[in-house]
C-alpha cells in the first residue's frame, strides 16, 4: 500500500553485551567452518537479569521519547516477538502499553515469526489510517535465546542475538516518510519451522534444546528443495516489487537495504540476489554481522544504528526487508526528510 501521510518520528533500541565468535569457538559450542559461512564477529547475548518484554519496553520508551511524543500521544501499542514471553497465558502486550503508553489505546502482541515487527509497524500504520485523530504509534519487537531450550549457536544455520528496537509512527511528521508497504505470504511453507513435531497442548517437557535443523530436514522429506528455493525467493520479490511499484521507486535508486540479520551466506541467497543485488556493504552489515539474528527486530534495530551512525542523510532511500517463517515477506520503502536529532547518540 502506498502511505500519503506516514512517518517514522523516532527509533530505539536496546542491544546487551556481545559475545565474539572466536570465544564461542575456544569453548567449543561453535566451529569455524560455520563461521566462515555466516561471516559473524559475535552476537548479543543478554544477562541474567534480562527478559524480552523488558527489552522491549525499553526499545519503545527510547523510540517514544525521540519522536517527541508523549505515552498519552500513543493510539496503539504492536509487540512482536518469536520465542517465549517468559510466562505462560498471560497478555505481554498490556505489560508493553503500561511500560510505553498510557491507558486507552489499542496494544497487541503479534506473531509473524522473524517477519513479526515489519508485520506489526503495518498493522499500526493501517491503525493510524483508520483512525484520523490519532497521532502515534509505536511498534516493539525484540527476542532472547535461551539455554537450555535454544542453542544460539547451534540450532539453525543462523546466529541468534539478543535484544529488541522499535519505531515511533506518526501521521503528522518524522525524519523519514513511509512512502509504501507490502506484504506476501506463502503458507505451503509454514512446516519448515515445524517439521514432524506433534500439536500441543503443551510441550514443557520436550526435548531441548530446540532443534531446527532437524526440522527443516524433515520438512524437505516432503518438499522439493527447489521448489522451496523458488517459492523463497518469489515471495520476497513480490513483496519487493509491489512495495516499489508503489512507491514509484526502483531497486538501483535504494541507498540502503536493511535486511534480515542472517550472516553473509544466507543474506545473500535469500534477502539480495532474488534483488539483483551482489554487494552485502549496501545493507547494514557491519552492525548486524556484530548482533546476530534479533528476531523480529532486525529491521527496526539496523535502522535505527543507521539514524544514530548519521548514515542516513535528507534525500537518501531506504528499503526494508522483512522474512518470517511460515512464510512472509513485508518490504517498506522509506525516503528520508532529515537528519534525526539524535544522529551521533547512541543508546
Sequence with gaps: MRWDHLYVAGTGAYLPKTMSVEDAIDA????????????????????????????????GQQALRRSGYRPEDVAAVTYSVVFHNGIDIWNSGSYIQKG??????????????SNGGLVAAELAAGYLHAHPTAKV?????????TDPYFDRWRTDRILYGDGAAAVALSREGGFARIVSMATYTDPEL????????????????????????????QFLEDFDKDEVWRRVEG????????????AGRSMDEMDHLVAPHFGAGLTLRQCLRPLGVEDLNR?????????????????FAGLNHLTETGALTP??????????GGFSWT???????EEPSWRGVPA
Excluded at 139 to 145: E, I, K, P
Aim: glycine share 10%.
Design 28 to 59: 567449543g559450542v561453535y566451529d569455524e567452518e560455520s563461521a566462515r559461512h555466516s561471516g559473524h564477529l559475535s552476537v548479543t547475548v543478554a544477562a541474567p537479569e534480562d527478559s524480552i518484554p523488558e527489552m522491549a519496553v525499553r526499545a
Design 100 to 113: 510505553i503508553a498510557a491507558p486507552g489505546c489499542l496494544a497487541a502482541e503479534v506473531r509473524s515469526g
Design 137 to 145: 504509534a509505536v511498534s516493539t519487537a525484540g527476542d532472547l535465546w
Design 190 to 217: 509454514e512446516a519448515m519451522h515445524r517439521g514432524h513435531e506433534p500439536f500441543g497442548p503443551f510441550q514443557h517437557d520436550a526435548e531441548h534444546p530446540i532443534d531446527l535443523n532437524r526440522r527443516h530436514q
Design 235 to 246: 515471495g520476497l520479490q513480490k513483496a519487493a516489487n509491489q512495495a516499489l511499484e508503489e
Design 283 to 299: 545493507t547494514a552489515w557491519d552492525f548486524s554481522r556484530r548482533t546476530g539474528h534479533l528476531g523480529p527486530a532486525d529491521q
Design 315 to 324: 534525500g537518501k532511500r531506504v528499503l526494508l526487508l522483512g522474512v518470517g
Design 331 to 337: 518490504c517498506a520503502v522509506l525516503d528520508i526528510l
